[in-house]
C-alpha cells in the first residue's frame, strides 16, 4: 500500500439525491452551510458531477442494472467488494444479508484486502452487549457491514472503545448510549466535536469504515421537518469532520447504498442515485471513475495502491 496514505468511508444509510419539492425532499427546506459552503446551492439536486477545488460529488447509480428498489444487504457488500452483488445473487435483498449475500462477503472485501496487504482497517461503529447477546443467541443477525469486518478476522468495537475514543457512536454524540443502553459513563460529544473525532480515529488506520444508519430511520420513519432537522444534524458532523480532516493524505468518501430520506411522501427506498462526496489528494481523477456503487471499492483501492481482485 502507499506510504501514509488512508482511506475513510463515511457511510449514511438510505439517502439519495431527489427532487425540487420542498414538501417531499428534505434537503429542499434543510440548513446545510458547511455542505453547501463546500458544494455550492442546490448541490443535493445535481445529476451531474460537482467538481471543486476541495471536493467531488457524483451522483451514483444504486440500482446496478436491477429491476425494483435498492436494498440495504446488497447494496452495502457492493460498496464493500466492488462487485455487482445484487446482479450476483439475482435481486436487490436486504435488510440482512441472506446466505447468498453472505458468500460474496466472505470472498473478500475492503477490509479483508487491507489486512492482507499488511495494512490495519477498522469498522469504526461502537456496539452495546446487548448487541452482541443477541449476535451469540442467533436472535439477530450480521448486517452487510459488521459482517465484513469479521469476516476480516476484525473485533467489532464496543462501548470500551467508545469510551476511550476509539469509536464514535453511529448516533453521533453518545446521547442516545445514556438515555436508552445504560451506559452512562460514555463521553458526550458534540455533533462537530464527533466529526473532529472521526477525522483523528482515520489516520490510525489504512482503511476505516463509519456506518450511520439513523438516516435510513428517518426515512422510514417521521414528519419531513423531524427528516431536515437529521440532514441538519448530519451537516454539522460534516462541519467538524471538514475542519479536521487532512487532505494531503486521506481520502474521505461520504457514500449510501439507496435513496430514501429524500422522497418522504413515501417510505420506501427509492431508484434514485445515492450521492458520492470525495475529498483527498487527487478527487476529481477519482471521481471521474465513479458510475455505480461498484466503483467505491475500485477508487479506495486505486488510491490505497492496492491490487484488484481477480473476482472483480
Known sequence: MKNGRYVHIFFLDGVGLGGDDP?????????????????????????????????????????????KKPQSATGQATILTGRNVPQLVGEHYGPKPNPAVRAVIAEGTLFQEVMDAGGQAALITPYPRGYFDAIESGKRLLSSVPLAATEAGLDLMTADDLRNGRAVSPGFT?????????????????????????????????????????????????????????????????????????????????????????????????????????????HIELAAHIRGLRDIAKVSRTFLGLPIPSYV
Open 23 to 67: 414538501a417531499v425532499n428534505p434537503f429542499v427546506t434543510a440548513n446545510l452551510p458547511n455542505l453547501a459552503g463546500l458544494l455550492g446551492d442546490g448541490w443535493y439536486l445535481t445529476r451531474k458531477p460537482i467538481l471543486t477545488e476541495r471536493a467531488s460529488l457524483i451522483p451514483t447509480d444504486a440500482n446496478l442494472d436491477m429491476p
Open 174 to 282: 453518545g446521547q442516545g448510549w445514556h438515555d436508552h443502553l445504560g451506559y452512562d459513563d460514555i463521553p458526550l460529544l458534540t455533533l462537530a466535536g464527533a466529526g473532529r473525532q472521526i477525522a483523528r480515529i482515520a489516520p490510525n488506520y489504512h482503511f476505516s469504515f463509519f456506518e450511520h444508519w439513523p438516516s435510513d430511520r428517518a426515512g422510514h420513519r417521521g414528519s419531513l421537518a423531524e427528516a431536515a432537522a437529521h440532514l441538519e444534524m448530519i451537516d454539522a458532523v460534516l462541519g467538524g469532520l471538514l475542519e479536521t480532516w487532512d487532505d494531503q493524505n486521506g481520502l474521505f468518501i461520504l457514500t449510501s447504498d439507496h435513496g430514501n430520506i429524500e422522497e418522504k411522501d413515501q417510505r420506501q427506498h427509492t431508484r434514485n442515485p445515492v450521492p458520492t462526496l470525495l475529498i483527498g489528494p487527487g
